[in-house]
């Protein structure tokens, strides 16, 4: 299926969540009077910079027009209830001052989705920010474990539910920093905080290159003519998180090493090709490569933003290429439907860029497109993809959307 599609209008998904709400939440005894509100937060998809962000290190993501809305209703007691559109999430509740705090005896993968809207509102309060209760309808069009960050998105915008208009005087990077603790303390993920902060920090039109080590940003315009089209293998990803969690423990074993040698290094942010070359002996030959590819997609960051200022999409081909090479061979992420999918993407005249996105093991891959090639694009993946991998891959021309807000 491609999907240049005509994503629903924003009055026409208003007046749907509204009905919906009606019909899941008929008693609206406890709700205060006012009008509903309604709050969006966009998915994510990563140019370049992947495994990164947790060293502390550089990532240029962007925020999508694939978002999470949610009507919300509130409520004067303090509860939350939640419905979901989506099949996969039956309705839940809370009392939003009455979150538990974390339990850490249950494993992530059987938390359900309201885990995640229980885990911002106990980060919110442990922040000492004013929650209330409110009766939700979450309907998200980000195709889910795909790699587009829709968990960031629900949490971002539970954040903006539960903290009604209050939400407008938290700085972004704030709410992705109390986002990023509920994933991880709450629910039990060890992500960074790229998805997070894309989800809340995007603007139209423009990517983000984001300083994992200091929070500091700035956004970086995509080239007039250029397109961005996501391309989901629909490969299963069944090694992701124990994979990700063995690839973290890596880059800590390599600075541990390296740390023995060079005091000051901290992190692989600290730690540049040459010294890479100098304490290479030090490390495993498993660890020298994965260390490898974070010095060298750090670097690949950098230039990429150079790129997009100058208008060089000969040399954004180039970055891009050289960052999938690295996440397949060095840091081992990448998986077969994912070459296969930047293997006929970088086939088509006029595309200019391909690369798999975020944690690898399957999901998604990133491509820059001029204009005029996205339907020979989505031609091309979805006749020459499935013959090659047996899957039926969606194609998605996205637009770089605002981050989180009301809408
Ligand atoms: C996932 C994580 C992010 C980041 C990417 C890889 O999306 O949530 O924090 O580590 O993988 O770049």
């Known amino acids: 299926m ?13 007046a749907r969540l509204k009905t919906a709400l009606e019909a899941a939440f008929p008693d609206a005894e406890d709700a205060e009077a006012g009008a509903l509100q309604f709050v969006r937060a966009p998915g994510r998809v990563n140019l370049i910079g992947d495994h990164t962000d947790y060293n502390d290190g550089f990532v240029l993501p962007a925020a999508i027009d694939l978002d999470i809305w949610i009507a919300v209703r509130r409520r004067r007691d303090g509860l939350v209830r939640l419905a979901s559109l989506q099949a996969e999430g039956s309705p839940g509740s809370f009392w939003a001052d009455e979150v538990a705090p974390p339990d850490s005896s249950l494993p992530a993968p059987d938390r359900s989705w309201v885990d995640y809207v229980a885990g911002v509102a106990w980060s919110l309060r442990e922040a000492g920010l004013p929650i209330h209760g409110f009766d939700g309808i979450v309907d998200s069009s980000i195709p889910p474990g795909a790699g ?3 968990s960031a998105a629900l949490e971002l915008a539970s954040a903006l539910a539960l903290l009604g208009p209050a939400h407008v005087d938290e700085p972004a990077a704030r709410l992705a920093a109390l986002a990023q603790r509920a994933e991880r303390e709450y629910v039990g993920v060890n992500c960074g905080i790229m998805d997070q902060f894309a989800v809340a920090a995007g ?11 200091s929070l500091e940003s700035h956004h970086v315009p995509i080239p007039a003519g250029v397109r961005v089209v996501v391309c989901d293998t629909r490969s299963p990803r069944e090694l992701r998180s124990s994979a990700y969690n063995e690839r973290r423990a890596e880059c800590g074993k390599a600075v541990a090493l390296l740390a023995e040698q060079e005091p000051s290094v901290s992190s692989l942010r600290e730690v540049d090709a040459d010294m890479l070359r100098r304490y290479r002996h030090v490390l495993p030959e498993t660890v020298a490569r994965r260390a490898e590819h974070v010095v060298t997609e750090n670097d690949r960051v950098v230039a990429a933003v150079e790129a997009l200022a100058a208008g060089d999409l000969e040399q954004l081909g180039k970055l891009f290429a050289a960052s999938h090479e690295s996440l397949r061979s060095s840091y081992e992420v990448s998986c077969d439907a994912l070459d296969e999918m930047v293997a006929v993407a970088s086939a088509v005249p006029g595309v200019v860029a391909a690369r798999m996105t975020g944690a690898g093991f399957g999901g998604c891959t990133v491509n820059l497109v001029g204009e005029e090639a996205v339907g020979d694009l989505a ?3 979805t006749e020459e993809y499935p013959r090659r ?4 891959p969606r194609v998605y021309s996205v637009a770089v959307s605002d981050g989180a807000g009301n809408v």
């Open 389 to 392: 991998t047996g899957l039926s």
């Open 2 to 14: 491609s999907d240049f599609d005509k994503r629903e209008s924003s009055a026409k998904r208003r």
């Open 203 to 213: 603007r139209a039109g423009q990517a983000i290159m984001l300083d994992c080590r």
């Open 379 to 381: 031609r091309a993946v």
């Open 148 to 150: 587009l960050a829709s």
